[in-house]
């Protein structure tokens, strides 16, 4: 059964700093991997999907990677600002199946 | 383009209750689903479509029905409702598995 494991659950950091958020899955054979943004109370925006053939994403201050045979992906978030303290989410399409499986989050808050 | 709308935004039900939450899309996409997200359960799939007149079961599907009869709307109906149904239920339209997936705003549903 194919586990999705975000470290850390949750992180605090100033603004203007760099950041890491990481993402582990425990079966390979997956089609894709999609990172989500949720805010409190509010539904999952899609902020970078990386196919299984794929080793990166980037969409303006975010870069996503994937390394499947490692069961791992980061998201990198550049100069961090305190509009982006949000919930972000990890989700692995499975092969063969049609579920998205997800990982229960990291909240990040940036400090002013 | 609204993309993925759901209604009620909230909804308080008693135990035995039915009820139908909608979605609708209109980005045409022909695979939706629907997840629910619990506290320290993340979002689990309930059931899916891949197209009009197609659907089928995720991972917790009991105690919910589906149809699909046209590429727009994808209504759950909960045909008792018990208070283990007490959950925040999102919806979702995409391409297809493979490709990204957009959610909508969520229900926020209480069973008491």
């Known amino acids: 059964k194919q586990e999705v494991t975000q470290i850390p659950a949750a992180l605090s950091v100033p603004e203007g700093e760099n950041l890491v958020l990481n993402c582990s899955f425990t079966d390979s054979a997956i089609y894709n991997l999609q990172w989500f943004r949720q805010d409190p109370g509010k539904g999952l925006t899609s902020l970078l999907l990386i196919q299984s053939s794929q080793r990166e994403q980037t969409s303006g201050r975010l870069n996503a990677s994937l390394d499947k045979s490692s069961g791992r992906s980061t998201l990198y978030i550049a100069a961090s600002q305190p509009g982006d303290s949000a919930t972000y989410l990890c989700a692995v399409g499975e092969g063969g199946s049609e579920k998205l499986v997800f990982g229960k989050g990291t909240k990040l808050t940036v400090n002013p | 383009n609204a993309g993925v709308t759901q209604t009620p935004k909230f909804q308080v039900l008693k135990t035995g209750q039915s009820m139908t939450l909608q979605c609708a899309q209109d980005?045409?996409?022909?695979?939706m689903s629907w997840y629910r997200q619990d506290p320290g359960m993340g979002l689990r799939l309930i059931h899916y479509s891949v197209g009009a007149g197609i659907t089928d079961q995720g991972e917790v599907p009991n105690g919910y029905n589906v149809s699909r009869s046209t590429t727009e709307d994808f209504p759950l109906r909960l045909l008792s409702a018990a208070p283990s149904q007490t959950s925040v239920y999102f919806c979702a339209a995409g391409r297809a598995r493979s490709y990204e997936q957009y959610f909508g705003p969520g229900t926020r549903l209480t069973v008491t």
């Open positions: 980005m045409n996409h022909e695979y």
